[in-house]
């Protein structure tokens, strides 16, 4: 069955540094789109970024282009977020979602941005 | 960008009763290849979403067919023919056919 693990989340001060990873099986990873969506606590879901199967293709929301890098290893089976310039805002679960349109999700991994 | 506006946000339902969520859009959904690409996603308490509905209408593999998907356009409608106690969550619209991909608000579905 298809399986998303995310990690890497934390508590990280404000104009720090993660790097969230995505691993991902049951299904044909190389050939699957994947996006990054968060969700604040108590908040709805914010789409965040996707990646094209093969790396092509990238788009991201606003909020968070130029500090949010998504980005795949295909060999790994894996997706990763690097996320820059860390805010409180930022704090949020943050999921991977295998498909165009959100297929399958992650269980998620906290990320809290607190000094 | 996309805004998508669910209603009610929040819904109180008596267990076997029916239930129907509306989203809608602030432009037209229609894609250029000529689907529309709105779905909704279950989100029950404590846990991750989950789609129930893709290509508003197409039931994802495992859902119950109580739950329904239908509209065009901008106009969407998400019905549970007979809500069951497992239903209680939150249930969320999303639009995939403009960048960025957009979320409705959100609908809180509990038993009264």
């Known amino acids: 069955q298809v399986q998303l693990v995310e990690s890497g989340g934390g508590v990280v001060q404000p104009g720090g540094s993660l790097r969230l990873s995505c691993a991902a099986s049951?299904?044909?990873?190389?050939?699957?789109?994947m996006q990054w969506v968060r969700q604040a606590p108590g908040k709805g879901l914010e789409w965040l970024a996707v990646?094209?199967?093969?790396?092509?293709?990238?788009r991201y929301a606003d909020s968070v282009k130029g500090r949010f890098t998504i980005s795949r290893d295909n060999s790994k089976n894996t997706l990763y977020l690097q996320v820059n310039s860390l805010r409180a805002e930022d704090t949020a679960v943050y999921y991977c979602?295998?498909?165009?349109?959100?297929?399958?999700w992650g269980q998620g991994t906290l990320v809290t941005v607190s000094s | 960008d996309v805004v998508m506006t669910q209603s009610p946000l929040s819904l109180p339902v008596t267990l076997g009763q029916p239930a129907s969520i509306s989203c809608r859009s602030s432009?037209?959904?229609?894609?250029?290849?000529?689907?529309?690409?709105l779905s909704w996603f279950q989100q029950r308490p404590g846990q991750s979403p989950r789609r129930l509905i893709y290509?508003?209408?197409n039931r994802d593999s495992g859902v119950p067919d109580r739950f329904s998907g239908s509209g065009s356009g901008t106009d969407f409608t998400l019905k549970i023919s007979r809500v069951e106690a497992e239903d209680v969550g939150i249930y969320y619209c999303?639009?995939?056919?403009?960048?960025?991909?957009?979320f409705g608000q959100g609908t809180k579905v509990e038993i009264k």
């Open positions: 290509k508003v209408s």
């Open positions: 432009q037209s959904l229609v894609y250029s290849d000529g689907n529309t690409y």
């Open positions: 999303m639009q995939g056919t403009q960048w960025p991909k957009t």
């Open positions: 990646m094209s199967s093969n790396g092509n293709f990238e």
């Open positions: 979602a295998a498909g165009w349109q959100c297929d399958y």
């Open positions: 049951g299904f044909t990873f190389s050939s699957s789109a």
